[in-house]
């Protein structure tokens, strides 16, 4: 069965170093997402992507934050400079066209120290 | 009042039970209504999404969605250990992008 992998599974880095992380969306599937998770909080929506450009994205989703696709089968998000509240847990997801749902990889987890 | 509401638990039944998950909603231009699992520090899993009202059935799982009463179901039959889990209710409107989701339920079933 297709599904959504994403690497790394866990990321540690220091406050204002950039990190990327990276998705490969299900092969056919042409919307690509990015949603994180804090700690004991709800998952949250950051941006959505298609035809090569944003297409929504939440306010949370501000200029240190910036997705890619960079060839056929990638999806990043980076995080140009980032913070102690940007620790969580980062979830890439993709739908195709009928957009009826979303199917979600198993999640990064970024530590900032 | 939140866009989406769920009782975050946690509940805790013994194996065989009868479970029943709910979530509660305000905007009504939602249409698809999403129910997922996810186990400890993993991805969300999708278990069922419906489309508008009604009810769907898929094994010991039935989701069920009305509409007029803002408020979305999720049935699990003959439970077992392997269904512990949190899980998360997530609802769009239509042609939209973005699922808002719910906190989420913690649930345990005891052997």
């Known amino acids: 069965e297709p599904e959504v992998t994403q690497t790394p599974s866990h990321q540690v880095t220091q406050m204002g170093q950039e990190v990327i992380l990276r998705c490969v969306p299900i092969s056919n599937h042409l919307y690509f997402y990015w949603y994180r998770q804090i700690l004991g909080q709800k998952v949250e929506f950051l941006v959505s992507f298609y035809n090569n450009e944003i297409s929504e994205k939440s306010e949370i989703f501000d200029d240190q934050f910036s997705v890619e696709r960079p060839d056929g089968s990638n999806f990043t998000l980076k995080i140009r400079s980032t913070k102690l509240e940007d620790s969580a847990m980062y979830f890439c997801?993709?739908?195709?066209?009928?957009?009826?749902?979303?199917?979600f990889g198993p999640g990064t987890r970024l530590l900032v120290l | 009042q939140k866009e989406v509401e769920q009782d975050p638990g946690p509940l805790s039944v013994p194996e065989g039970a009868i479970v029943s998950l709910n979530c509660t909603y305000s905007?009504?231009?939602?249409?698809?209504f999403m129910w997922y699992r996810q186990y400890s520090r993993k991805g969300p899993e999708l278990l069922m999404y419906?489309?508008?009202?009604g009810n769907k059935e898929d094994g010991r799982f039935t989701a069920q969605v009305d509409k007029s009463s803002k408020y979305i179901s999720l049935f699990i039959r003959d439970s077992q250990p392997s269904d512990s889990a949190t899980y998360l209710c997530?609802?769009?409107?239509?042609?939209?992008?973005?699922?808002?989701f719910g906190q989420g339920t913690r649930l345990t079933i005891n052997p």
């Open positions: 419906t489309y508008s009202s």
């Open positions: 997530a609802m769009k409107g239509q042609g939209a992008q973005k699922l808002v």
């Open positions: 997801a993709s739908s195709d066209l009928r957009l009826e749902t979303q199917y």
């Open positions: 905007n009504s231009a939602f249409q698809y």
